[in-house]
């Protein structure tokens, strides 16, 4: 198991899914988790779970819609622990509960600012708030969930694809601008992976057959790259966009 023994790890839409993993993953290493989301229920659950198996974890709430939510959260966090090593920008929440069905020319502006805010100008936030904090302490690791979106062009997810590919080029760019500071940061793209996002999607058998491994991918085989991408053994790897999808898109 990676060890994450007296590091502090925010991971964002901790609450669910891949999130989540990650979450769980990091404080069953020895890290403490701060799980930043707007589903208390779901995070406080978390939270009692991992406290029962002994691991330390807390949940903040956060809307990594609103800056000034976003600034306080990282702030706060590094006010009770004095450092932050790991942020996992992952939070995400469809439009209206889903991506699917908007053409380019019936996308409308609140349907493309949501995306954009949620999806991307929230990476940029909480990345721009930890950035000074993780220079002054000698380093750290920022991993940010993409998707395989952002390289397959797909009809009807045009907003989806467009932040994602954005995610993509903003983690190469800080990597390259953080480097000399000790200051790792990659992406992830998953493919299908079974969490409540997709919950309800047309994944017949059809879908399956276009996946090389024949199935959906886990939670917890997302969380186990990012939780490697978070580590000392990945301590020469940044910029790097790793893509976990059963094969799909080879
Ligand atoms: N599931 C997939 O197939 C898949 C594929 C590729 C990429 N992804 C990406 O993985 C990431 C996690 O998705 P998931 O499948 O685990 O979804 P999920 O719905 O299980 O989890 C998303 C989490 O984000 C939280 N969230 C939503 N809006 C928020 C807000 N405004 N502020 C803070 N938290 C908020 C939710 O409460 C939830 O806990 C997303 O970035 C998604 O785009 C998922």
């Known amino acids: 198991m990676l060890k994450f023994d007296e590091q502090i790890g925010i ?54 819609t609103d800056s000034a939510s976003i600034e306080q959260m990282i702030q706060s966090v590094h006010e009770r622990h004095g450092r932050i090593d790991f942020l996992h920008n992952n939070a995400y929440a ?9 053409l380019v020319d019936e996308v409308s502006d609140e349907q493309w600012q949501h995306v954009l805010e949620i999806g991307l100008t929230s990476t940029f936030r909480a990345t721009r708030a930890v950035l000074p904090l993780m220079v002054a302490k000698g380093g750290g690791s920022i991993v940010n969930t993409a998707s395989v979106a952002a390289f397959r062009a797909e009809p009807r997810i045009a907003c989806y694809s467009t932040i994602k590919a954005g995610i993509v080029q903003f983690t190469r760019t800080v990597a390259v601008e953080y480097a000399a500071s000790q200051i790792r940061c990659n992406s992830v793209c998953p493919g299908v992976i079974r969490t409540p996002l997709i919950e309800g999607a047309p994944l017949g058998e059809d879908f ?40 799909r898109t080879l």
């Open 94 to 102: 469809a439009w209206k509960g889903t991506d699917a069905g908007a």
């Open 11 to 64: 991971v964002t839409g901790g609450a669910s899914g891949i999130g989540l993993a990650v979450a769980q993953g990091y404080a069953r290493g020895g890290g403490h988790a701060v799980i930043a989301d707007t589903n208390r229920d779901a995070g406080d659950a978390a939270v009692k779970e991992l406290g029962r198996e002994g691991h330390s974890a807390e949940f903040v709430d956060c809307n990594m």
């Open 208 to 247: 399956l057959a276009s996946i090389p491994m024949g199935r959906l991918g886990e939670a917890e085989e997302v969380a186990n790259v990012v939780l490697f991408l978070a580590s000392g053994l990945a301590s020469y790897l940044t910029g790097e966009t790793i893509v976990i999808d059963g094969g």
